[in-house]
T-cell receptor, first 116, second 114 residues
Framework: AQKVTQAQTEISVVEKEDVTLDCVYE???????LFWYKQPPSGELVFLIR??????QNEISGRYSWNFQKSTSSFNFTITASQVVDSAVYFC?????????????FGSGTRLQVQP | GAGVSQSPSNKVTEKGKDVELRCDPI?????LYWYRQSLGQGLEFLIY????????KSGLPSDRFSAERTGGSVSTLTIQRTQQEDSAVYLC????????????FGPGTRLTVL
């Protein structure tokens, strides 16, 4: 069965610090998809990124970057020069291609607090 | 274009009553999902609809929970004989049915069972 682990329950940083959110996943499928979502205090889940299992290329989008490593089953998320607006709960999620289930399996989330 | 909408935004009910939660997906999205988010259980999958295929109900926690999707668009999640442990935020998401496509979430319905 699939599983996503976000070991960091809560992280607190000061503005402008870099921060990395860890995500480790388990799956028996050979084709799968990984996601990061942001849930700000308003509550609505916001899609950030999707990677498929065949594409290990790291991605950068502004201050955000993602490091996908199949060898360690990890898909970590780094925020560079954090800002107060980055304060939110961040969820890593997984879906599988060959199990028939298209739904997302979420990690338990990491609450990031960025202090001014 | 509008995002996923859900109604009501908040629902308070008494234990034992039935409730209906509504979801309007993004236009053109053929896949629709229900999840719930609670303090103890995190984000859990409930049910998934895709076109005219039989829904994937594998996440429904009990037979008190059911959902339907009419005309391939709007969906209603029904909880019968609500219990206090049903209190949670119920989230709806939709996506284009391309394998592994991102899901877009609605604002949720916060259900409180007294």
């Amino acid at each position: 069965a699939q599983k996503v682990t976000q070991a960091q329950t809560e992280i607190s940083v000061v503005e402008k610090e870099d921060v990395t959110l860890d995500c480790v996943y388990e799956t028996r499928d050979t084709t799968y998809y990984l996601f990061w979502y942001k849930q700000p205090p308003s509550g609505e889940l916001v899609f950030l990124i999707r990677r498929n299992s065949f594409d290990e290329q790291n991605e950068i989008s502004g201050r955000y970057s993602w490091n996908f490593q199949k060898s360690t089953s990890s898909f970590n998320f780094t925020i560079t020069a954090s800002q107060v607006v980055d304060s939110a709960v961040y969820f890593c999620a997984l879906s599988e291609a060959n199990t028939g289930r298209r739904a997302l399996t979420f990690g338990s989330g990491t609450r990031l607090q960025v202090q001014p | 274009g509008a995002g996923v909408s859900q109604s009501p935004s908040n629902k308070v009910t008494e234990k034992g009553k039935d409730v209906e939660l509504r979801c309007d997906p993004i236009s053109g999205h053929t896949a629709l999902y229900w999840y719930r988010q609670s303090l103890g259980q995190g984000l859990e999958f409930l049910i998934y609809f895709q076109g005219n295929s039989a829904p994937d109900k594998s996440g429904l926690p009990s037979d008190r929970f059911s959902a339907e999707r009419t005309g391939g668009s709007v969906s209603t999640l029904t909880i019968q004989r609500t219990q206090q442990e049903d209190s949670a935020v119920y989230l709806c998401a939709s996506s284009r049915e391309i394998l592994g496509n991102e899901q877009f979430f609605g604002p949720g319905t916060r259900l409180t069972v007294l």
